[in-house]
């Protein structure tokens, strides 16, 4: 009954791997059939040989881990249920009258009617949620915008997932360098959808090689926000162009006593420039607007120049870029 059960309302890896074994078996059967019918021993060789692979390919499989799995899956949709019924009224959540149009929509054949479903506000974003552990959400597309004090989320999850956030919550971001990635399994969702791709693949998060215990790993860098909603780095960009945030950054050179504060003010910048957040000319203004700050301290000379040696030496501006304004700060 279990089993019948798991090809009924199981997941699709799982529903996969039951059909496959079943597929493995009526062609077992027929060959065998058919090599009694034919007296061929060539034909039963082979029924055997396909048996041989349907045991091992069953050996193979984690029945405990898909199981562990489906019940994941069942927590999560009873987790989405439970807020979505706790957010109706004071989140204006609507559900769908027809029990498909929620999987149509998340699978992007219909956005405008998702959009105007839940109110979602014409000056709204496109971001992409590496996580958000409260509702159990990975890998997520979503909408946000703001409204009423709030910052609204729409999660296109299997059903969309409509929360707010007040504005006062949401006042800062965390740097979370260095996150593993998988680059053949993360975003399947988007990739899978021709739509969703075409709206959310500009917002995947950069990627690159780290060595980590010996041994060299694809790494992202994620940005959190209240709560624990993990944003990709191209996702940060749309953020702040509806909120003024304040990078946190917890490491060694933010909390050296021996950094001044505009060296790591610069450093903020640097990080924001190199994850794709900042336009190369939106990161000088914004070195310039820190060093025009620095020059108006009234600070001695050599500790400007200092400082300003610091920048260039991590590569926070260029030599010709601190000469202009070592030269400005004697005139």
Same mark, same amino acid.
């Given at each position: 009954?279990?089993?019948?059960?798991?090809?009924?309302?199981?997941? *699709?890896?799982? @529903?996969?791997? =039951?059909?496959?074994?079943?597929?493995? %078996?009526?062609?077992?059967? !027929?060959? $065998?059939?058919?090599?009694?019918?034919?007296?061929?021993?060539?034909?039963?060789?082979?029924?055997?040989?396909?048996?041989?692979?349907?045991?091992?390919?069953?050996?193979?499989?984690?029945?405990?881990?898909?199981?562990?799995?489906?019940?994941?899956?069942?927590?999560?949709?009873?987790?989405?249920?439970?807020?979505?019924?706790?957010?109706?009224?004071?989140?204006?959540?609507?559900?769908?009258?027809?029990?498909?149009?929620?999987?149509?929509?998340?699978?992007?054949?219909?956005?405008?009617?998702?959009?105007?479903?839940?109110?979602?506000?014409?000056?709204?974003?496109?971001?992409?949620?590496? *996580?958000?552990? @409260?509702?159990? =959400?990975?890998?997520?597309?979503?909408? %946000?915008?703001?409204?009423? !004090?709030? $910052?609204?989320?729409?999660?296109?999850?299997?059903?969309?997932?409509?929360?707010?956030?007040?504005?006062?919550?949401?006042?800062?971001?965390?740097?979370?360098?260095?996150?593993?990635?998988?680059?053949?399994?993360?975003?399947?969702?988007?990739?899978?959808?021709?739509?969703?791709?075409?709206?959310?693949?500009?917002?995947?998060?950069?990627?690159?090689?780290?060595?980590?215990?010996?041994?060299?790993?694809?790494?992202?860098?994620?940005?959190?926000?209240?709560?624990?909603?993990?944003?990709?780095?191209?996702?940060?960009?749309?953020?702040?162009?509806?909120?003024?945030?304040?990078?946190?950054?917890?490491?060694?050179?933010?909390?050296?006593?021996?950094?001044?504060?505009?060296?790591?003010?610069?450093?903020?910048?640097?990080?924001?420039?190199?994850?794709?957040?900042?336009?190369?000319?939106?990161?000088?203004?914004?070195?310039?607007?820190?060093?025009?700050?620095?020059?108006?301290?009234?600070?001695?000379?050599?500790?400007?120049?200092?400082?300003?040696?610091?920048?260039?030496?991590?590569?926070?501006?260029?030599?010709?870029?601190?000469?202009?304004?070592?030269?400005?700060?004697?005139?």
């Amino acid at each position: 009954m279990k089993f019948f059960n798991t090809l009924l309302y199981g997941s *699709r890896k799982a @529903k996969q791997c =039951i059909l496959t074994i079943i597929v493995l %078996i009526i062609a077992f059967l !027929g060959l $065998l059939a058919t090599s009694v019918a034919v007296s061929s021993l060539s034909l039963g060789v082979v029924a055997i040989f396909v048996l041989l692979i349907d045991l091992l390919y069953a050996s193979s499989i984690s029945w405990k881990d898909l199981e562990r799995q489906e019940k994941k899956n069942l927590e999560r949709k009873k987790k989405i249920e439970k807020a979505r019924k706790k957010e109706t009224g004071k989140e204006d959540s609507l559900k769908t009258a027809d029990p498909d149009a929620s999987v149509k929509l998340y699978k992007g054949e219909n956005i405008k009617e998702l959009l105007y479903r839940y109110k979602v506000k014409k000056k709204h974003k496109a971001i992409l949620v590496d *996580r958000y552990q @409260k509702y159990q =959400i990975r890998q997520c597309p979503a909408f %946000i915008w703001i409204e009423k !004090g709030m $910052l609204r989320f729409l999660f296109l999850t299997e059903e969309p997932l409509k929360i707010g956030i007040p504005l006062k919550e949401v006042s800062k971001i965390s740097y979370i360098p260095n996150v593993e990635a998988n680059p053949m399994e993360d975003y399947r969702e988007v990739f899978d959808s021709k739509l969703l791709s075409m709206i959310f693949s500009s917002y995947l998060p950069s990627q690159f090689m780290v060595e980590k215990m010996g041994r060299r790993v694809m790494c992202k860098n994620l940005y959190e926000l209240a709560n624990g909603i993990r944003i990709t780095n191209l996702s940060v960009k749309e953020l702040f162009s509806l909120l003024p945030l304040q990078l946190e950054v917890q490491d060694p050179f933010m909390q050296s006593s021996q950094i001044d504060a505009y060296s790591k003010e610069a450093y903020r910048c640097w990080l924001l420039w190199k994850d794709g957040i900042l336009e190369m000319e939106a990161y000088k203004a914004e070195i310039s607007r820190i060093l025009k700050g620095m020059m108006q301290t009234g600070m001695p000379q050599t500790t400007f120049q200092h400082n300003i040696q610091n920048m260039v030496q991590r590569r926070f501006i260029t030599k010709e870029f601190a000469d202009y304004y070592i030269e400005r700060y004697k005139e």
